[in-house]
């Protein structure tokens, strides 16, 4: 079974300063994994997907994920946090047999404080 | 391109009442989700098109819910009678293939009062 728990519901940050939003996953197969993220009152995102090819993934808008086995993680993180960044961000995870719904976390809010 | 349209973008109606969402996938997509995200929980698949017939529809909550897609083109939700429990924000997704990454649309937001 296929599920993504993500460990903050809401993360404060400085505008400058690093972004980490933390998800560890379980899948029963190798997963690809996404972080999608959703602004005030528009649609869901891609920010940047996983698929078994390099580990760490670059997105847009600066965001980057690591994908790391060993500890059944894909944080995504941004090294300079601007304020067009605050909104809510979803750590989703969809296996690789044919079945292709996804699987969501219960999202993290980003709030980039001036 | 246009992207994925969903209407209405809000809805508010009684319980017991009869609601009807649609989704405008983007155009020569085969692949139409449904999903749900109910007040403070994670989005959830409700069930996947493939073009006119339903591929999956192990997300929807009970016979409530008949969603269908006629022609393959656009897709339709409906909720009858609404239950309380049905608020939330339901989205709708396309792609083009399986392995294609999915586009969403902006949500219907559904208040039962």
């Known amino acids: 079974a296929q599920s993504v728990t993500q460990l903050d519901s809401h993360v404060s940050v400085s505008e400058g300063t690093p972004v980490l939003l933390r998800c560890n996953y379980s899948?029963?197969?190798?997963?690809?994994l996404f972080w999608y993220v959703q602004h005030p009152n528009k649609g869901l995102q891609l920010l940047l997907k996983?698929?078994?090819?390099?580990?760490l993934v670059k997105g847009i808008n600066g965001f980057e994920a690591e994908f790391k086995k060993s500890e059944t993680s894909f944080h995504l993180t941004k090294p300079s946090a601007h304020m067009s960044d605050a909104a809510e961000y979803f750590c989703?995870?969809?296996?690789?047999?044919?079945?292709?719904?996804?699987?969501f976390g219960t999202g993290t809010r980003l709030t980039v404080i001036p | 391109e246009a992207g994925v349209t969903q209407f209405p973008s809000h809805s508010v109606i009684e319980k017991g009442q009869t609601v009807t969402l649609r989704c405008d996938p983007i155009?020569?997509?085969?692949?139409l989700y449904w999903y749900r995200r109910v007040m403070g929980k994670e989005i959830k698949f409700l069930l996947h098109?493939?073009?006119?017939?339903?591929?999956?529809e192990s997300g929807m909550p009970n016979n409530r819910f008949l969603a269908e897609r006629t022609g393959g083109t656009y897709s339709t939700l409906k909720v009858q009678p609404a239950e309380l429990e049905d608020s939330g924000v339901y989205f709708c997704?396309?792609?083009?293939?399986?392995?294609?990454?999915?586009?969403f649309g902006s949500g219907t937001r559904l208040t039962v009062v």
């Open positions: 899948s029963s197969y190798s997963p690809s």
């Open positions: 989703v995870v969809s296996d690789a047999t044919g079945a292709n719904n996804l699987f």
């Open positions: 098109f493939v073009k006119e017939s339903k591929q999956d």
């Open positions: 997704a396309s792609s083009m293939s399986l392995a294609g990454g999915y586009t």
């Open positions: 155009s020569g997509h085969d692949n």
């Open positions: 996983y698929t078994s090819a390099a580990t």
